[in-house]
């Protein structure tokens, strides 16, 4: 997984929610121009719960900044999802891939036809939570261990499944000390443990690897699975030791202290036991992005991680935020593509970025206030716990 703020690994395998209702089809007779001025014939809020998080039914001009967004761009990521549909959304996805929406209005109209907005909240009723950011890392890597290039990356043993948890981050690092069977485990070797440590956080990376002829290739290393040992932040552990202050705990300052603090590397690193394993796969094209936990590649800044306990794989997002360190609003869609460990809460998401050093820098400063709004198929319930509408909710909610 990536993130600046993640936990260890995005799980690539597309697992569906068992908790995710079904389609159904656009209400008919409905007049666009009246849902986004939030004169829908709704009679009262409608309450649909998961497992740590309730969905409220909501106006369109509830969304802070709603027909402002570039949606021909988020296009393409909502046609990735539809490439593996989840429960509940096989008709939409249909209609989807026949339409062709000539601008950005046109896929508006579209979504407010078939597609209700729930605003997302905690089960206690919070309906704000934190958004962080994550990314690609790009890195250049040796085939085999040479010169500066001395640091692993490496497949999964062949006894992981067996023995659970595994070996610790630091156990690994000690037996790789000594040439142990683990290193002929190694798929490439970079430069900086650092670099590899963020690539496991992230959950995958592109390298530019040069083999042993000496000829020069991109490839991708995804996901392959981890240690079953707990995730430890260290930046958390930087500031609990009193290295950093809490401002100072974000990916560029933890480089930074690690450029004046070779000598104490090892130590935080070793503070975070959790140490995860790769898979090389060919990296044809350079502007496709890794495929999530929904088994889609990830759209820069059109996919998100969420909390699968919150929010279902497949599901389109409105998020009302702001740019990493700033004020300035980003309001826009998105699709929830992905997971992480520490993506945990119904108001949390992890923005995508994408790759290359832009990308890198945003997702290591992102950790913004966040606000989420949901698009759910028109009346598809499905086994999700609905509760009736209350008395009087009807009207839009005061913020």
Partial sequence: MVTGAAGGGRSPSPTGSSTSPGATSPRPGVDPEKLLNGEDDTTGRRVLTR??????????????????????????ALLRGCERPMPGWTAVCAQARQLQPGGDWDAMVWLMKTLQPYRVETPDGQREGIITGYYEPQLEARRQSQGDFRVPL????????????YDTRQQIDRQLEGNA?????????????????VMQIQGSGRLRITERD????????????????????????????????????????????ARRNPQRLREA???????????????PDLAVGPRGGQGVPLTPGRSIAVDKASIPFGTPVWLDTTEPLSTTPLRRLVMAQDTGAAIVGGVRADYFWGWGDQAEAQAGRMKQPLRLWVLWPR?????????????????????
């Fill in 181 to 197: 069977p683990l290193a002929r485990l190694s798929l490439a070797w970079v430069q900086d443990p650092l670099d590899a440590l």
């Fill in 379 to 399: 009346d598809g319930g499905g086994p999700l716990a609905v509760r009736p509408a209350e008395p009087g909710t009807g009207a839009p909610v005061t913020r």
């Fill in 51 to 76: 497992e740590r998080a309730r969905w409220i039914a909501a106006e369109w001009n509830e969304l802070p900044g709603w027909g402002q967004d570039r949606a021909l761009e988020w296009w393409p």
């Fill in 269 to 283: 690193m070793w503070a975070n036991p959790r140490y995860v394993f790769f898979r090389e796969e060919p990296l």
């Fill in 214 to 257: 000496g000829a020069s290739r991109w490839v991708r290393l995804s996901f392959a699975g981890h240690n079953e040992q707990p995730y430890r932040s260290m930046g958390q552990w930087l500031i609990a030791q009193g290295e950093l202050r809490p401002t100072e705990a974000s990916w560029p300052g933890i480089k930074d202290w």
């Fill in 154 to 165: 490496l497949s999964p043993p062949l006894d992981l499944a067996q023995r659970k948890p």
